[in-house]
Each structure stands twice: as C-alpha cells, then as structure tokens.
C-alpha cells in the first residue's frame, strides 16, 4: 500500500461503537446541523448570521506542488478569515486575516499529499473562495477550482478516469469538523458494474482530517471513473484530482454536493480545440441528454448526447472539437445526473470544472500562477435578451496607476459566449474580477495560461463563484 492510500484504509467501525453510533444517531444529527455545519449566506445571512465556511479539497503531490488559497472580499466591510489545512495527520493552522473591503489575497497552504485539504472560515462579509496549485517536477501543470460552501451527505464526482497507466486520479474527502465521518465510495465506469468494495466502505474519517482514493487502484483501464460519496454519519466535502505525468498536466474540479439542476452551464475560453464531457448518472434508470455549443458567432447541437446517454449507475465520455471560445449548455431530463468539461491547454495540460446555473453578480478568481502568462475570461449567456456586464477588478490586486484595469462594460448576445478584452485582462493578470450585470443573467469562468519562456506552459480553468443575494455590492 502506497502512503497516499494509507488514510483510505483507516479504523473500522468496530461492533460496540457501532452501537452507540446508531444508538446516538438521531441526537448527533441534529447536534451536527446545529453546531459543526457551515453558516450558508442567504438574503437574510447579512442581517442574522454573519459568518460561514469554505471547504477546499484541493490534494497536493510531492514536496515542490505549491497550492495558494484565493480569497476575494467585493463587499464594503472588512472579512476576517481562518484557515485551517488537513491531512492524514494533525491539521495544521494557516492563520488569521483581515480582508478589507474590495481586495483579494493569497494564501500558500500545505501541499504535501494528494490527500491534502482546506477549510476557510469567514466572519462580519461574505468572501468568495478558491484555490489555484501547481504540480512541480515530471507532475507538472496548474490546477484551479473555486471550494464548496456547503458540506453534506452525498456527493457526486464524474472526472476520473483510468484510461491509460499515465493517468492517475484521485477522489479527495474532507472531514473538516470536530466528530468522525463514515463515508462510503462507490465508483461507475462505462464497461464494469458499481465498485462497492468493503475497503471503500464505511470508511472512518476522523476530525479534521482529509484522505485521498487513488481510482486505479478499483478500476482499471476504463476512460470514465466517477464517484459516488455517502456519509452515514457527519458531513464531508470532496473534489477530484487528474494527474497524468510526463506532460499531462493536473486537474481538479469540486464534486456536486446532492443532485445537480437540471441545466448547467459551461463557458469555455482559448483551448486546444478539444472538449470532454465527463457524465455520470447514478439514476437507477437511463435519464434522457441534449447539450449545445454556444460560441462567438453561433450555436450547434453537441453531437451524440441524445443518441447515446449513458447507462444507469454508469459514467460515459463524450468528445466534440471546437474552434475558438465556446460554451457547453447541458440538460438532463431526470435527477441523478453530474457533469465535467474537461478541455487542454495548447501545451497539453488539462483543465476541469463544474457547471453552473447563470446569475447576476460573480466574483472570477485568477486560473493564473506566475509570468509570463495568458490571462482569460469567459461569459456565457444562454437566455434570450443581451447581457450587459461591469468588469473591475478588486484593489489589491491593481498595481499603481495600471494601465487598462479601470472598470469597462462588456455586452453578451443571447445564446453566445464574449471573452474579456485582452488589454482589460493584461493589466492585472493575477487579479480578481468581479462581474455584474445590469439586467440578465449569465455563468463566467477563468481559462488561462501561464509560466514557461512564452506563457503557455501550463493551463487552468475554474468557474466563477456567484455572490449570494444579500452580498452584492451597490
């Protein structure tokens, strides 16, 4: 057994205290929603509970991977944040931060371990919250996902796979409060039934602390591998992260905590050309697809959604090229059904995320480690009427007098992608953006390159964190 597989196998629920686990089941549930569980910012949070939490399973590798946590206040009043990073051992305090109105910070965190994870507690105004990582050594490549703001019982996990020996793929589970979790794991491929293995089963995440599953380890040889994760006991949060040495680059992507909607949607920026669609469905029956491609000039049905969904309890992965920025718009006619778009950078890393329903107001952390560098921007707009957005960014990143980071105005046609403009992007490449429409809605996300002679060496995507009604500024 490999040291990143040492905490998947950790002490079993043993007979007597299974008993007092099921005998204390209903009291601990109700004391785990009262006392270990996030504060949810919601329309009536600014007035009544001016507090939450952020749950970050970003993994990590070997001992030159660097991971920063991505920390955007676009409120008017100062933030106080608290960091805490887990492992397989004890969790290991990150500090405390005031951040003031309008501002982004970084913040490295440890990284060593796939298994690797972060919690960030926010106090007084709402922040949003990510993190970017790069992979040193042959594991290369940068990583980028904004965290969950909500941990729970059931989580859905479609980007894995197991395809070739390169591929090297983690599912990472946080068990970030003061009592033990009892998770599950159960993996759907294309070819090979549900993997429910008594390794994978009522697995003991002990407080505080965080674990990874290497997939290859359960299946092998299979281009689709997504994860099921059930706690019957607690709450966790889980992400996966894709690793393919010699080149490939690393991904990560937050899992969907219960049934996603839907309808989700996916902005696509400056790729290779190629995109992947990771879909899982843990229905019990075969739920219906459609999927369309929206970019710049027009919009196309993507192929072989509707013909071939994939089965019940099963993963599939579907391919279509693209040319220039485009956007995937995902429906599924049933519950039970998670997706991932996976697209490659130009120098062959990859990059991953999640979809979202459109909103008003977002803030679009950087998919941006160090120079030189690419920056990009993607909206779409997949209702009927134009959007008109404001873009600026949040003061502490713009450097002094920065040429072309004053706020502009960037309009979406209905049913289209836009892209920021490249002078606007160019001026504050590490910089958080926050977007804000005037009427309308619409989903934004981060592509960009950077690092190596030219600044393309590695590429991230990571969608953009919409801001809760009774946070939006002015």
């Known amino acids: 057994m490999d040291h990143e597989e040492a905490g998947v196998r950790v002490r079993r629920l043993q007979a007597v205290a299974a008993a007092v686990l099921v005998a204390l089941g209903i009291g601990g549930a109700v004391y785990a929603d009262r006392e270990l569980g996030p504060r949810s910012p919601s329309a009536g949070a600014a007035a009544t509970a001016p507090s939450g939490e952020w749950f970050c399973p970003h993994g990590g590798g070997k001992t030159d991977w660097e991971v920063e946590l991505q920390v955007a206040n676009p409120g008017t009043e100062p933030s106080t944040i608290r960091i805490l990073t887990m492992g397989r051992g004890r969790a290991e305090p ?31 105004q709402w922040v949003a919250v990510g993190w970017v990582a790069h992979a040193g050594g042959d594991e290369g490549g940068l990583a980028a996902e904004p965290c969950a703001a909500t941990a729970g019982g059931r989580w859905l996990l479609p980007d894995g796979t ?73 709450r966790v949060a889980a992400g996966t ?85 485009t956007s995937v718009v995902f429906a599924a006619e ?41 920056p990009g921007l993607a909206f779409t707009n997949p209702g009927t009427e134009p959007v008109e957005l404001t873009l600026s960014y949040l003061a502490s990143g713009l450097p002094s007098g920065a040429a072309g980071a004053d706020p502009i105005t960037l309009t979406i046609p209905p049913h289209r992608t836009a892209t920021a403009p490249k002078a606007f992007l160019d001026a504050v490449p590490e910089g958080a953006v926050l977007a804000v429409a005037d009427a309308g809605t619409f989903v934004p996300a981060a592509a960009s390159y950077s690092r190596g002679r030219e600044g393309f060496a590695t590429y991230a995507v990571a969608l953009g964190i919409e801001i809760p009604a009774g946070w939006i500024p002015a």
């Open 94 to 124: 990150g500090g405390t931060f005031t951040v003031e109105p309008g501002s982004f910070l970084r913040v490295p965190v440890p990284a060593v371990g796939r298994e690797r994870a972060s919690t960030v507690e926010w106090f007084d």
């Open 334 to 374: 049933a519950p039970g059904v998670a997706v991932a778009r996976r697209t490659y950078g130009v120098v062959s890393d990859q990059g991953s995320m999640g979809g979202a329903v459109p909103a008003g107001a977002w803030v679009v952390l950087p998919a941006v480690m160090g120079s030189p560098s690419h």
């Open 241 to 325: 992260l894709g690793i393919k040495p010699q080149g490939g680059g690393v991904r990560s992507t937050i899992g969907y905590l219960g049934d996603p909607p839907g309808t989700l949607v996916f902005p696509g920026g400056s790729d290779a050309g190629r995109t992947d669609l990771a879909i899982m469905s843990a229905a019990l029956e075969r739920v219906g697809l459609s999927g369309e491609l929206l970019d710049e000039e027009a919009e196309q049905t993507f192929g072989g959604l509707a013909d071939s969904a994939p089965p019940a309890q099963s993963g599939r992965t579907y391919t279509t090229s693209t040319n220039g920025p």
């Open 162 to 234: 197991t395809a070739t020996d390169e591929d090297d793929d983690f599912v990472v589970v946080m068990n970030p409060f003061s009592r033990d979790a009892v998770f599950s794991v159960t993996l759907l491929s294309e070819r090979t039934a549900p993997v429910q293995h008594g390794d994978l089963t009522d697995v003991v995440l002990r407080p505080h602390h965080s674990v990874a599953v290497r997939l290859s380890n359960w299946i092998k040889n299979e281009r689709t591998v997504s994860a099921v994760i059930e706690a019957s006991i607690g």
